[in-house]
């Protein structure tokens, strides 16, 4: 998964790098301008009994951020680490003819870092606490409960899911990320018996962070940069995404699937200045045994 957040937001209306630093703008000293992030995931599933299917994923991820300074300077962080481990289970609620209601009961385990750190032209040279959004993981207990529809013809496929994640207690750090909320709907066509295409539109919200990172306090006091204060973190997006997907038919590979899917932002609305969703790419290979 690849995605990159370039531009700041401030509700719907987008601000400018200069807006965001200037005195009479936003007012911080520094501006967040891009954010390129990659997670590479290990997915395991084993279903024991048709009506239960266990899952785990293992995520690393890796992501900078490019910063513009109000007297016209640049500097960029980087991160990159073991994220939250999830584990879950798909229990099947009910089996109509070619349809299929799951329930997702799941929880992901602080495996990744919220002390991440490196060096800024303020800490030189000595590396100060990444802000928040550069983390790899959230420090804290997280339980994701959800529902799955399924339904499927011959041709043509469609469901739609409704995940939230529940964030339990805080973390070391003195704080927890706020909760989220992820609905998607999709359909997919089946061009041939080894390649398809689908559409899905995916609404995302996420509240601001619970408490705050004590190693932030001179940064929030000094209105240093955006991403440090915990009431700017908050936000609701909608993304349209068009995927395809090929099966290997035959051969040594049979049952590799291997699967894209590009996705674009449709409706941002963000707590910012915050750095907005430019676009997201998923890649991913699947092998059946």
């Given at each position: 998964?690849?995605?990159?957040?370039?531009?700041?937001?401030?509700?719907?209306?987008?601000?400018?790098?200069?807006?965001?630093?200037?005195?009479?703008?936003?007012?911080?000293?520094?501006?967040?301008?891009?954010?390129?992030?990659?997670?590479?995931?290990?997915?395991?599933?084993?279903?024991?009994?048709?009506?239960?299917?266990?899952?785990?994923?293992?995520?690393?991820?890796?992501?900078?951020?490019?910063?513009l300074t109000r007297?016209?300077?640049?500097?960029?962080?980087?991160?990159?680490?073991?994220?939250?481990?999830?584990?879950?289970?798909?229990?099947?609620?009910?089996?109509?003819?070619?349809?299929?209601?799951?329930?997702?009961?799941?929880?992901?385990?602080?495996?990744?870092?919220?002390?991440?750190?490196?060096?800024?032209?303020?800490?030189?040279?000595?590396?100060?606490?990444?802000?928040?959004?550069?983390?790899?993981?959230?420090?804290?207990?997280?339980?994701?409960?959800?529902?799955?529809?399924?339904?499927?013809?011959?041709?043509?496929?469609?469901?739609?899911?409704?995940?939230?994640?529940?964030?339990?207690?805080?973390?070391?750090?003195?704080?927890?990320?706020?909760?989220?909320?992820?609905?998607?709907?999709?359909?997919?066509?089946?061009?041939?018996?080894?390649?398809?295409?689908?559409?899905?539109?995916?609404?995302?919200t996420w509240g601001?962070?619970?408490?705050?990172?004590?190693?932030?306090?001179?940064?929030?006091?000094?209105?240093?940069?955006?991403?440090?204060?915990?009431?700017?973190?908050?936000?609701?997006?909608?993304?349209?995404?068009?995927?395809?997907n090929v099966l290997?038919?035959?051969?040594?590979?049979?049952?590799?699937?291997?699967?894209?899917?590009?996705?674009?932002?449709?409706?941002?609305?963000?707590?910012?200045?915050?750095?907005?969703?430019?676009?997201?790419?998923?890649?991913?290979?699947?092998?059946?045994?």
């Amino acid at each position: 998964n690849a995605k990159t957040k370039a531009g700041n937001r401030d509700g719907t209306e987008s601000l400018s790098d200069a807006e965001v630093v200037a005195p009479d703008g936003a007012n911080f000293l520094i501006a967040p301008t891009e954010m390129p992030m990659q997670m590479h995931m290990l997915g395991l599933m084993y279903a024991p009994t048709d009506r239960l299917t266990l899952m785990a994923m293992v995520p690393f991820v890796t992501m900078s951020m490019d910063h513009l300074t109000r007297m016209g300077g640049t500097f960029t962080t980087e991160a990159s680490g073991l994220g939250d481990l999830g584990l879950a289970a798909l229990v099947v609620l009910a089996r109509p003819e070619r349809q299929r209601l799951h329930a997702n009961l799941g929880v992901r385990l602080p495996t990744g870092s919220v002390e991440e750190q490196d060096v800024t032209p303020a800490s030189a040279p000595n590396e100060t606490t990444l802000p928040y959004p550069m983390q790899t993981g959230a420090g804290t207990l997280d339980l994701q409960p959800g529902l799955t529809y399924l339904g499927q013809t011959d041709r043509l496929s469609w469901g739609a899911q409704a995940m939230g994640t529940i964030r339990l207690g805080e973390n070391s750090s003195d704080y927890r990320f706020g909760n989220v909320l992820d609905v998607t709907a999709w359909g997919g066509v089946n061009a041939t018996d080894w390649l398809g295409g689908s559409l899905r539109l995916a609404a995302s919200t996420w509240g601001a962070v619970s408490g705050a990172n004590p190693a932030y306090a001179v940064g929030v006091t000094n209105r240093m940069v955006p991403t440090v204060f915990a009431d700017l973190r908050a936000g609701t997006r909608v993304d349209l995404g068009l995927g395809t997907n090929v099966l290997v038919p035959s051969g040594p590979l049979h049952h590799l699937r291997i699967a894209a899917e590009f996705e674009l932002p449709v409706y941002q609305s963000l707590d910012g200045p915050q750095l907005e969703t430019d676009w997201t790419l998923t890649l991913g290979a699947q092998y059946a045994f």
